[in-house]
């Protein structure tokens, strides 16, 4: 091209200043044949047209969609509306997973920090009402509450379970019965539970809305019972009726330095009524 064309062209780095990229870049693609300069002088200074803006965006979007080298390449060598087409669906739907994934991710360290916000507001014994909404949640198959090699088996199989519907899933609880516990029998578990999703059309059972004690136990399994101990007192004590099950959930796994530190929290619904029974 004529030098005096050269005013209609941009330098390297004036070219590479308006694309938003390392002028090291445009020199990369050039040697390997993926884009090339509109011209290059005698003295070997690349020069770049303004039009050339438009296939190097399309690269740039190649990219950072996860194409390949070659990938691009193959399309900037025979360039047609139906590749086009097929590229930009194949990485809509990749786009789209990857935001549900995203969201996944979102929701349970959401999850995390909510369990964790609890924890630090948690002492050993601790008792309040609180109202909760409705929830579904997953069961297990049931457990002896042994923790022995049948119950670790039953762990296994909830945990894939979970993972099949979810993905991503918090860490799963147990649940004791009301008649267990106001019998003595402290190590009689039910099952695993892990709460369902609004999204998720899968579950086993409905924790109605309604209202709840919430108990904190700190420290190992051991110390359970005297939580437990607490919350039948305090039900007496305020003429409650503890209904269904006690739902126990590790709130601190993720940041637990010591066994002695580790936080249960329990949630048992209650009526309003003497407690001349237990259901």
Not at 15 to 22: E, L, P, R, S, V
Not at 240 to 255: C, I
Request: proline share 3%; net charge negative.
């Amino acid at each position: 091209i004529r030098m005096k064309n050269k005013k209609y062209f941009l330098t390297s780095g004036e070219f590479a200043k308006m694309n938003g990229i390392n002028k090291r870049t445009l020199h990369y693609y050039n040697d390997i044949g993926l884009f090339r300069p509109e011209m290059i002088d005698e003295n070997g200074y690349h020069y770049y047209s303004r039009f050339q803006a438009v296939q190097l965006e399309m690269i740039l979007i190649f990219r950072r969609l996860g194409l390949s080298i070659e990938e691009i390449r193959t399309y900037t060598d025979h360039p047609s509306d139906a590749s086009f087409t097929q590229i930009i669906r194949e990485k809509q739907e990749l786009i789209d997973r990857s935001v549900c994934q995203l969201l996944e991710v979102k929701a349970f360290l959401q999850q995390k920090q909510e369990k964790l916000a609890l924890g630090l507001s948690a002492s050993h014994g601790k008792i309040k009402r609180i109202h909760l909404p409705k929830r579904h949640i997953l069961l297990s198959a049931p457990i002896t509450g042994a923790y022995d090699e049948q119950d670790f088996s039953v762990a296994a199989d909830f945990s894939l379970r979970l993972k099949t519907i979810f993905g991503l899933y918090d860490n799963f609880g147990s649940r004791i019965s009301i008649q267990n516990i106001s019998s003595g029998n402290f190590n009689d578990y039910d099952c695993f539970f892990s709460y369902g999703r609004n999204d998720a059309g899968q579950y086993d059972a409905v924790l109605p809305a309604g209202e709840y004690l919430r108990a904190f136990s700190v420290g190992s399994w051991d110390r359970l019972k005297d939580v437990y101990d607490r919350l039948l007192s305090f039900a007496q004590e305020h003429e409650l009726t503890l209904t269904g099950f006690a739902y126990e959930e590790g709130l601190n796994e993720m940041a637990l330095r010591e066994l002695d530190d580790y936080i249960t929290m329990i949630t048992v619904a209650y009526t309003a009524q003497p407690a001349s029974t237990i259901p």
